[in-house]
């Protein structure tokens, strides 16, 4: 079992910066490729980006490239999204989860490759 839990959400101005932080716990932390998700009201969880067990490789989903940045520490069992140049439709519940089972260097953005999720934390971009 791990156990996920997400921070650093908030309320933000269309062009400032959040840094979601997503601690974990229970298990071997590089042993899990780790993505993130969100979902606005209204619509489908969608990914965001993920990054594999070494954190060698990473990727994005086509409307946050450039803007947004996917990290990890494993020796803090933590996984970072910086996320700049925001915009309003960038509004969502954001969640973190892990993937168990990928090789080292892969990443999958399917929804259900994913294992554990965190409760989710808000972010909001007023325009």
């Known amino acids: 079992q791990v156990q996920l839990v997400e921070s650093g959400g908030g309320l933000v101005q269309a062009g400032g910066s959040l840094r979601l932080s997503c601690a974990a716990s229970?298990?071997?932390?590089?042993?899990?490729?780790m993505g993130w998700f969100r979902q606005a009201p209204g619509k489908e969880q969608e990914f965001v980006s993920g990054?594999?067990?070494?954190?060698?490789?990473?990727y994005y989903e086509d409307s946050v490239k450039g803007r947004f940045t996917i990290s990890r520490v494993n020796a803090k069992n933590t996984v970072y999204l910086q996320m700049n140049s925001l915009k309003p439709e960038d509004t969502a519940v954001y969640y973190c989860?892990?993937?168990?089972?990928?090789?080292?260097?892969?990443?999958?953005?399917?929804?259900?490759?994913?294992?554990?999720w965190g409760q989710g934390t808000q972010v909001t971009v007023s325009s």
């Open positions: 990054i594999s067990r070494s954190g060698g490789n990473t």
């Open positions: 989860a892990a993937d168990f089972g990928q090789p080292i260097t892969t990443i999958s953005s399917l929804i259900t490759e994913y294992d554990y």
């Open positions: 229970g298990r071997t932390f590089s042993n899990y490729a």
